[in-house]
Protein backbone atom coordinates (compact mmCIF):
# COMPACT_ATOMS: atom_id res chain seq x y z
CA UNK A 1 0.00 0.00 0.00
CA UNK A 2 1.34 3.87 -0.82
CA UNK A 3 0.82 6.69 1.56
CA UNK A 4 1.52 10.31 1.39
CA UNK A 5 2.07 12.82 4.14
CA UNK A 6 2.23 16.44 3.52
CA UNK A 7 3.38 17.18 7.27
CA UNK A 8 1.68 21.09 6.53
CA UNK A 9 -2.09 22.23 5.73
CA UNK A 10 -1.00 25.64 5.43
CA UNK A 11 1.92 27.61 5.20
CA UNK A 12 2.42 31.49 5.15
CA UNK A 13 5.14 33.46 4.21
CA UNK A 14 6.25 36.93 2.97
CA UNK A 15 7.00 37.86 -0.45
CA UNK A 16 10.57 36.94 -2.15
CA UNK A 17 11.05 34.65 1.66
CA UNK A 18 12.10 30.76 0.99
CA UNK A 19 10.02 28.38 1.60
CA UNK A 20 9.53 24.42 1.96
CA UNK A 21 6.57 22.14 1.80
CA UNK A 22 7.10 18.65 3.26
CA UNK A 23 6.09 15.68 2.04
CA UNK A 24 6.63 12.14 2.98
CA UNK A 25 5.70 9.06 1.61
CA UNK A 26 5.25 5.31 2.17
CA UNK A 27 5.65 2.45 -0.31
CA UNK A 28 5.80 -1.04 -1.01
CA UNK A 29 6.61 -0.28 -4.81
CA UNK A 30 9.25 1.59 -6.62
CA UNK A 31 7.59 4.96 -6.31
CA UNK A 32 7.88 7.81 -8.85
CA UNK A 33 7.18 11.39 -7.24
CA UNK A 34 5.10 13.81 -8.16
CA UNK A 35 4.07 17.46 -7.24
CA UNK A 36 0.82 19.81 -8.42
CA UNK A 37 -0.23 22.58 -7.95
CA UNK A 38 -3.70 23.75 -8.05
CA UNK A 39 -5.29 27.98 -8.27
CA UNK A 40 -8.00 28.27 -7.38
CA UNK A 41 -11.32 26.65 -9.24
CA UNK A 42 -8.93 25.24 -11.21
CA UNK A 43 -7.93 21.46 -12.01
CA UNK A 44 -4.45 19.95 -11.12
CA UNK A 45 -1.04 21.12 -13.17
CA UNK A 46 2.25 19.44 -13.01
CA UNK A 47 5.07 21.07 -11.36
CA UNK A 48 7.89 18.61 -11.44
CA UNK A 49 8.48 15.16 -11.10
CA UNK A 50 10.94 12.30 -9.73
CA UNK A 51 10.88 9.23 -11.94
CA UNK A 52 14.91 7.96 -11.45
CA UNK A 53 18.50 9.38 -12.03
CA UNK A 54 19.38 12.87 -9.96
CA UNK A 55 17.56 13.09 -7.09
CA UNK A 56 16.72 16.70 -7.31
CA UNK A 57 14.70 17.91 -9.66
CA UNK A 58 13.09 21.29 -10.98
CA UNK A 59 10.59 22.97 -12.33
CA UNK A 60 10.43 25.96 -14.74
CA UNK A 61 9.30 28.51 -12.29
CA UNK A 62 12.09 28.16 -9.54
CA UNK A 63 10.69 25.47 -7.70
CA UNK A 64 12.82 22.36 -7.15
CA UNK A 65 12.42 19.05 -4.99
CA UNK A 66 14.87 16.57 -3.46
CA UNK A 67 14.00 12.79 -3.37
CA UNK A 68 15.36 11.29 -0.25
CA UNK A 69 15.17 7.60 -0.30
CA UNK A 70 16.22 7.01 2.96
CA UNK A 71 14.10 9.40 5.04
CA UNK A 72 11.37 8.77 2.20
CA UNK A 73 11.17 12.46 1.60
CA UNK A 74 10.00 14.54 -1.44
CA UNK A 75 10.37 18.31 -0.12
CA UNK A 76 9.53 21.34 -2.40
CA UNK A 77 11.23 24.34 -2.15
CA UNK A 78 11.66 27.94 -3.44
CA UNK A 79 14.28 30.21 -2.63
CA UNK A 80 12.44 33.08 -3.14
CA UNK A 81 8.58 33.31 -3.60
CA UNK A 82 6.61 35.60 -5.19
CA UNK A 83 2.48 36.50 -4.74
CA UNK A 84 1.95 34.72 -8.25
CA UNK A 85 2.99 31.63 -5.92
CA UNK A 86 0.08 31.55 -3.86
CA UNK A 87 -1.92 28.32 -4.80
CA UNK A 88 -2.25 24.66 -2.90
CA UNK A 89 0.72 22.14 -3.65
CA UNK A 90 -0.30 18.78 -3.60
CA UNK A 91 2.64 15.94 -3.52
CA UNK A 92 1.46 12.64 -5.43
CA UNK A 93 3.16 9.18 -5.60
CA UNK A 94 2.98 6.98 -8.18
CA UNK A 95 4.40 2.99 -9.58
CA UNK A 96 1.08 0.90 -8.94
CA UNK A 97 -0.26 -0.65 -11.48
CA UNK A 98 -3.12 1.53 -14.26
CA UNK A 99 -1.43 4.79 -13.08
CA UNK A 100 -3.44 5.74 -10.25
CA UNK A 101 -1.81 8.14 -8.27
CA UNK A 102 -2.02 8.54 -4.45
CA UNK A 103 -2.56 12.52 -3.07
CA UNK A 104 -1.41 14.00 -0.07
CA UNK A 105 -3.59 16.35 1.85
CA UNK A 106 -2.60 19.12 0.34
CA UNK A 107 -0.64 22.54 1.39
CA UNK A 108 -2.12 26.05 1.09
CA UNK A 109 0.86 28.17 0.55
CA UNK A 110 -0.14 32.14 0.73
CA UNK A 111 2.89 34.68 -0.03
CA UNK A 112 2.12 37.92 1.23
CA UNK A 113 3.21 41.00 0.13
CA UNK B 1 -0.97 18.26 -28.35
CA UNK B 2 -3.60 16.60 -25.91
CA UNK B 3 -6.33 18.77 -24.31
CA UNK B 4 -8.92 16.92 -21.77
CA UNK B 5 -12.60 19.11 -21.02
CA UNK B 6 -14.84 18.97 -18.77
CA UNK B 7 -18.30 19.91 -17.93
CA UNK B 8 -19.93 21.64 -16.93
CA UNK B 9 -17.40 23.65 -14.05
CA UNK B 10 -19.89 24.49 -11.35
CA UNK B 11 -23.39 22.74 -11.30
CA UNK B 12 -26.04 23.22 -8.12
CA UNK B 13 -28.60 20.35 -7.83
CA UNK B 14 -31.04 19.54 -5.34
CA UNK B 15 -30.86 16.50 -3.33
CA UNK B 16 -32.60 13.51 -5.10
CA UNK B 17 -31.83 14.98 -8.32
CA UNK B 18 -29.43 12.74 -11.17
CA UNK B 19 -26.44 13.70 -11.87
CA UNK B 20 -24.14 13.28 -15.32
CA UNK B 21 -20.49 15.13 -15.47
CA UNK B 22 -18.90 14.71 -18.82
CA UNK B 23 -15.07 14.55 -19.50
CA UNK B 24 -13.86 13.97 -23.05
CA UNK B 25 -9.96 13.42 -24.07
CA UNK B 26 -8.36 14.89 -27.28
CA UNK B 27 -4.67 14.12 -29.08
CA UNK B 28 -4.28 10.37 -27.44
CA UNK B 29 -6.16 6.90 -28.27
CA UNK B 30 -6.44 4.57 -25.07
CA UNK B 31 -5.95 6.67 -22.41
CA UNK B 32 -6.50 5.42 -19.04
CA UNK B 33 -9.05 7.61 -17.37
CA UNK B 34 -10.19 8.73 -13.82
CA UNK B 35 -12.68 10.26 -11.88
CA UNK B 36 -10.89 12.27 -7.87
CA UNK B 37 -13.22 14.02 -5.75
CA UNK B 38 -11.24 16.95 -3.75
CA UNK B 39 -12.40 17.51 -0.51
CA UNK B 40 -11.20 20.20 1.58
CA UNK B 41 -8.03 19.32 3.96
CA UNK B 42 -8.34 15.96 2.77
CA UNK B 43 -6.72 15.53 -0.68
CA UNK B 44 -7.55 14.10 -3.82
CA UNK B 45 -9.66 10.64 -3.33
CA UNK B 46 -9.40 8.66 -6.57
CA UNK B 47 -13.33 7.44 -7.07
CA UNK B 48 -13.01 5.55 -10.43
CA UNK B 49 -11.02 4.23 -13.14
CA UNK B 50 -10.90 3.13 -16.27
CA UNK B 51 -8.49 1.25 -18.73
CA UNK B 52 -10.88 0.91 -21.87
CA UNK B 53 -14.12 1.27 -23.28
CA UNK B 54 -16.89 -0.15 -20.39
CA UNK B 55 -14.26 -0.91 -18.19
CA UNK B 56 -14.55 0.39 -14.90
CA UNK B 57 -13.26 0.08 -11.90
CA UNK B 58 -14.64 1.48 -8.54
CA UNK B 59 -12.02 2.56 -5.61
CA UNK B 60 -14.87 3.41 -2.75
CA UNK B 61 -18.06 2.46 -2.26
CA UNK B 62 -20.73 5.93 -2.62
CA UNK B 63 -23.76 6.56 -4.14
CA UNK B 64 -21.87 7.08 -7.79
CA UNK B 65 -21.37 5.56 -10.79
CA UNK B 66 -18.78 5.80 -13.99
CA UNK B 67 -19.30 4.67 -17.58
CA UNK B 68 -16.95 4.92 -20.85
CA UNK B 69 -19.07 4.93 -23.73
CA UNK B 70 -16.28 5.95 -26.07
CA UNK B 71 -12.42 5.73 -25.88
CA UNK B 72 -11.84 9.11 -24.85
CA UNK B 73 -15.39 9.95 -23.26
CA UNK B 74 -15.51 9.45 -19.13
CA UNK B 75 -18.98 10.28 -17.17
CA UNK B 76 -19.64 10.29 -13.65
CA UNK B 77 -23.49 9.52 -13.03
CA UNK B 78 -26.00 9.71 -10.27
CA UNK B 79 -29.12 8.48 -9.79
CA UNK B 80 -30.36 10.19 -6.90
CA UNK B 81 -27.65 13.04 -4.90
CA UNK B 82 -27.17 13.42 -1.50
CA UNK B 83 -25.72 16.67 0.57
CA UNK B 84 -22.53 14.54 0.87
CA UNK B 85 -22.04 14.56 -3.07
CA UNK B 86 -21.00 18.11 -2.78
CA UNK B 87 -17.48 18.76 -4.02
CA UNK B 88 -14.70 19.40 -6.51
CA UNK B 89 -14.81 16.42 -9.41
CA UNK B 90 -11.83 16.03 -11.50
CA UNK B 91 -11.61 13.93 -14.10
CA UNK B 92 -7.69 13.24 -15.17
CA UNK B 93 -6.19 10.73 -18.03
CA UNK B 94 -2.62 9.08 -18.08
CA UNK B 95 -1.15 6.73 -20.22
CA UNK B 96 -1.64 4.03 -17.37
CA UNK B 97 2.48 3.13 -16.85
CA UNK B 98 3.35 3.38 -12.89
CA UNK B 99 5.30 6.24 -13.81
CA UNK B 100 3.04 7.99 -15.79
CA UNK B 101 1.61 11.55 -15.06
CA UNK B 102 -1.98 12.39 -14.69
CA UNK B 103 -3.55 15.33 -16.66
CA UNK B 104 -6.12 16.84 -14.73
CA UNK B 105 -9.42 19.00 -16.38
CA UNK B 106 -10.59 22.15 -14.88
CA UNK B 107 -12.96 20.71 -12.43
CA UNK B 108 -16.73 20.21 -11.73
CA UNK B 109 -17.73 22.70 -8.55
CA UNK B 110 -20.63 20.36 -7.45
CA UNK B 111 -23.10 21.89 -4.63
CA UNK B 112 -26.13 19.98 -3.50
CA UNK B 113 -28.78 21.45 -1.99
Known amino acids: AQSVTQLDSQVPVFEEAPVELRCNYSSSVSVYLFWYVQYPNQGLQLLLKYLSGSTLVESINGFEAEFNKSQTSFHLRKPSVHISDTAEYFC???????????FGQGTILTVHP | SQTIHQWPATLVQPVGSPLSLECTVEGTSNPNLYWYRQAAGRGLQLLFYSVGIGQISSEVPQNLSASRPQDRQFILSSKKLLLSDSGFYLCAWSLGQPASEAFFGQGTRLTVV
Open chain 1, 92 to 102: AAGGTSYGKLT
